[in-house]
């Protein structure tokens, strides 16, 4: 192993325990992947990014939900479309991965309570969330769903979900990447080291054969010189999803490409960015366990390692497209509370625009759909493509 060649040392980085942490373990065993540096970086039960309690709401980033609630109500209707698709079963399981606080979650049942009736008595919903610390919050987020039996909080994917749709909002751009470029023609991976300061870029060779795989898999070439990341977390993700799914949906919210937009020659440098207080930078080394670190997601991937598991592909939308189909047809109702007065209308329309709008987060955001055990859904939400 060799440093970079941008011989790229940044900071002095033990401004955090979790960086003195894995400057020990680094100084005492060697680098470590860079899969495995953002798992400590945002998993660390203790230090971890997402280990940590909320304390720091929208300090570093905003997410859909937090946006409106609008966003959860119309993914409300998305689903009861789904469990009409699905023949109305009994129990239809709204599991919902990567659930954080539970905010979602408490904005698409008490939606479904109060319009949508009869889906909401078939609605067993299951928040998924691996931090205990934000498990903590769905008590409170969720307690009268909680009390009539309409929901439970879980720390991993139930094993056996007969009917129903597995769902995200960025939960898999949050998943560990590891980091590789093509240099003379073979893919290195791009490791963490740790030089008695600062923490390094080292390159060396793959760490798993899966890596490989993963780029002839979906005939993508980098460019020599080209870094990009592999999300190999998400592929078992998915596999695991369609495995445990008996019939229904899985849907996907998050910030992606297709495979031959993710790794083309626009994305030289790749797609990982760091996140805090509202600044994107990559300076992934900084304050470890103190920003987010994310990547973009690739669709065609989730396609592929979906379809090993019994998933169809059903449709991908943008954000917008997505809102603005499920949206229209009611003209938005769904917008403003009942008794609503025109300033609370006005500023709903406003924050309605920032979910939709093509430069923010309607069209980076996209909506990917698969489906088992359904013969050719219709889906409002993709009626539009
Ligand atoms: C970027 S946050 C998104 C939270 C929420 N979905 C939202 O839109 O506000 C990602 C969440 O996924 C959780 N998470 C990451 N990996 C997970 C996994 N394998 N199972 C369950 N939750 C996970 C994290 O702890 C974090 O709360």
């Known amino acids: 192993m060799k440093a970079s060649a941008a011989g790229k040392c940044v900071k002095a980085a033990l401004v955090t325990p979790l960086a003195q942490a894995l400057a020990e373990r680094i100084r005492a065993t060697g680098p470590i992947s860079f899969a495995e540096y953002m798992r400590e970086c945002l998993y660390h039960p203790q230090f971890g990014y997402y280990g940590k309690r909320e304390g720091r709401r929208f300090a570093d980033f905003y997410t859909s939900v937090d946006v ?66 934000r498990r903590e919050r769905h008590r409170e987020m969720l307690r009268t769903h909680l009390e009539k039996g309409a929901a439970m909080s879980c720390g991993a994917l139930p094993c056996d979900i007969p009917a129903g749709c597995i769902f995200s909002n960025e939960l898999l751009d949050a998943f560990p990447v590891h980091r590789v470029l093509l240099e003379q023609g073979a893919l290195r991976e791009i490791y963490v080291g740790f030089n008695g300061e600062s923490f390094t870029e080292v390159r060396g060779p793959l760490t798993s054969a899966e890596i490989e795989k993963y780029f002839q898999e979906q005939q993508i070439r980098l460019q020599e010189g080209q870094q990009a990341e592999v999300n190999l977390d998400a592929c078992e993700w998915i596999k695991e999803a369609g495995r445990r799914l008996g019939r229904g949906f899985v849907l ?51 396609d592929m390692w979906g379809r090993h598991a019994g998933l169809t592909r059903t449709g991908c939308a943008s954000q917008m497209a997505f809102l603005v189909a499920l949206g229209r047809g009611n003209e938005f109702a769904d917008l403003c509370d009942d008794g609503a007065n025109e300033v609370e209308r006005i500023r709903a329309r406003l924050l309605l625009k920032s979910l939709i709008h093509p430069e923010g987060m309607g069209e980076t955001f996209h909506v990917f759909i698969q489906h088992k055990g359904v013969a050719q859904p219709h889906l409002t939400g993709l009626a539009g493509l």
Request: charged residues 20%; glycine residues 8%.
């Open 68 to 133: 409106h609630p609008i966003f959860g109500r119309l993914l409300a209707r998305q689903l009861a479309e789904m469990w009409d698709a699905l023949g109305h079963p009994q129990e239809f399981y709204a599991v919902e991965a990567g659930a954080g606080t539970g905010r979602l979650a408490g904005q698409i049942l008490d939606f479904a309570a109060r319009e949508l009736p009869q889906f909401y008595s078939s609605v067993r919903y299951v928040a998924v969330e691996q931090s205990e610390a």
């Open 252 to 302: 996907t919210v998050d910030y992606g490409h297709e495979a031959a937009e993710l790794y083309n020659a626009r994305h030289m440098r790749g797609t990982l960015l760091a996140y805090s207080a509202h600044r994107v930078t990559e300076d992934f080394f900084e304050c470890p366990g103190e920003q987010d670190l994310t990547a973009h997601v690739n669709f065609t991937a989730l």
